[in-house]
């Protein structure tokens, strides 16, 4: 633990003051992001998707379940993979207790990944999750959405130097460097009105930290995130943590 500024609890009490008044700002600003959000247009979403399931086939609308808003995960697990993703898992760990309190608000909560369905419910038994989870195999719902990438498009940054932490995940889902990074993580969300499904969100990269429940705890810690100089990610799949360290 590093040496840190130590002060009275009076002096606490007035930067914590001053602080709560900067949080409250942001919460505020949070508040009307979320009214934006939901002032977007919608787009009807006409490409007939066909997605393999637990129980079959199903359309996009299939997917509602009873519900008519609808979001998707979009998780790195693609064809060649053995596992899925470790940050993807670690927000897999969040969205999956939330599923029935959003269901509670008319909201069915998936995800979707290009990996065959019996590798993602092979791979879900293992976690011990219970959300609903697809298999966009031979559909370009992942691609039409900017998570799914060529070997053409990715040709730059392959030729560079490829993070550690990029190898690391890719060894990690038991595939190579350009078969890993293939594959990128998103959210989107639907809303079937007149039967009809409309994409009304879309996001990824930080746009997904709400799904990663962790940072914002960690964000109130002494240290924080603490993830500076670190070649390495310290994200794992939460079957694999190794006793904590002093």
């Not at 009807?44 to 299939?62: M, Q, R």
């Not at 989107?188 to 039967?195: D, E, F, Q, T």
Request: charged share 25%; net charge negative; glycine share 10%.
């Amino acid at each position: 633990m590093p040496e840190h500024r130590i002060g009275t609890q009076e002096e606490f009490e007035a930067a914590r003051a001053e602080l709560l008044a900067e949080e409250k700002k942001l919460t505020r600003r949070s508040d009307e992001l979320a009214r934006k959000r939901r002032e977007l247009p919608w787009v009807p979403v006409e490409k007939d998707y066909g997605f393999e399931t637990e129980g079959g086939t199903k359309s996009l609308a299939d997917l509602f379940g009873g519900c008519s808003q609808l979001l998707v995960y979009h998780f790195m697990f693609g064809p060649p993979y053995e596992a899925g993703c470790p940050v993807c898992s670690s927000i897999a760990d969040t969205l999956d207790p939330n599923a029935v309190h959003l269901k509670a608000r008319d909201v069915t909560l998936i995800c979707s990944s290009r990996a065959p369905i019996d590798k993602l419910l092979a791979y879900r038994e293992r976690m011990g999750w219970g959300f609903d989870w697809v298999s966009t195999a031979g559909s370009d719902f992942h691609r039409d959405l900017g998570f799914q990438y060529t070997a053409e498009e990715l040709g730059p940054f392959l030729a560079g130097d490829i993070p550690p932490t990029v190898r690391q995940m890719a060894e990690a889902c038991g595939t190579d460097v350009p078969g890993y990074v293939t594959e990128g993580p998103g959210l989107s969300a639907y809303a079937l009105s007149n039967g009809t499904v409309h994409r009304t969100y879309v996001t990824t990269a930080r746009g997904l930290e709400p799904a990663m429940a962790y940072y914002g705890l960690l964000d109130r810690t002494p240290l924080g995130r603490h993830e500076e100089g670190e070649e390495t990610h310290w994200l794992r799949r939460h079957d694999e943590y190794g006793p904590p360290t002093a």
